[in-house]
């Protein structure tokens, strides 16, 4: 029985450390060279990520691909998590922990360092799917089928967000962890990325572009957006899970 634990756990640990060796075998290679910088840190960051796709899709294929995604609830579950991005951004910032890690300035500093195209097409598009395949579809499966739907929860984002390696991150990373593998279990992989991207593609506007700038003008307005936006998450989820459940 121990063995059988063993193995099981094992079985959910080790797609993540290929993963990791993998990207970051790559990374080093490609620094070594050229040397790496905030510039071309996403151009670096999509090659590695391309080139651990065939790792990762083939544990993947071994998995139950579970649900088909309904495209009305995966883009109502996709406009919940791009608000949940949205408030807890917030949340952290009025924590003021974002000032104070270095780690996160310094891998924000990277991750935004591109052109907008780059990183929409990285942070928004290619890791996000990645991911998605690997912490969802991989090791969120093999810990529901060892431990359950609840703890499969818990623990795949909780494992997300320790990935991420900073505090920011982790809090950050682990509360959309839980949406994400909740939306999986509802909804299925596809509006489990679906979701993913967006969020992603909600940070890289706010941060790259004006177009959230209302939200950043006052703590009065960004308190108050965030209280909306909590409200409408809320409502969004309530509609896809119903949605759900009439299907």
């Not at 670096?44 to 009305?72: C, H, S, W």
């Not at 991911?131 to 969802?136: A, D, I, S």
């Not at 991989?138 to 818990?154: D, H, S």
């Amino acid at each position: 029985m121990k063995d059988y634990k063993l193995l099981r756990i094992w079985e959910v640990i080790y797609p993540i450390g290929i993963y990791f060796v993998v990207t970051n075998v790559v990374m080093f290679v490609l620094n070594l060279m050229h040397t790496m910088t905030n510039e071309n840190y996403m151009i670096y960051q999509i090659i590695a990520t391309v080139i651990a796709f065939p790792f990762i899709y083939a544990f993947y294929r071994k998995e139950d691909g579970g649900k088909m995604a309904n495209l009305p609830r995966t883009i109502l579950f996709a406009a919940a998590a791009g608000l949940f991005g949205v408030v807890l951004n917030n949340l952290i910032e009025y924590t003021g922990l974002k000032e104070t890690s270095q780690s996160y300035q310094d891998v924000s500093a990277a991750f935004y360092g591109s052109t907008l195209a780059l990183e929409i097409l990285g942070t928004c598009i290619i890791i996000p799917f990645l991911e998605e395949l690997l912490y969802r579809g991989i090791v969120y499966q093999r810990l529901k089928a060892f431990l359950g739907v609840k703890t499969a929860i818990v623990l795949s984002a909780v494992i997300f967000g320790a990935m991420h390696f900073n505090l920011v991150q982790f809090l950050y990373a682990t509360a959309v962890g839980l949406l994400l593998a909740v939306i999986m279990e509802q909804e299925g992989l596809g509006a489990a990325m679906a979701a993913h991207m967006v969020t992603n593609l909600v940070s890289v506007l706010r941060s790259e572009t004006k177009l959230f700038h209302f939200m950043d003008a006052s703590m009065t307005g960004s308190v108050i957006c965030t209280v909306v936006e909590s409200v409408l998450i809320v409502v969004l989820l309530v509609l896809a899970f119903r949605g759900g459940k009439e299907k």
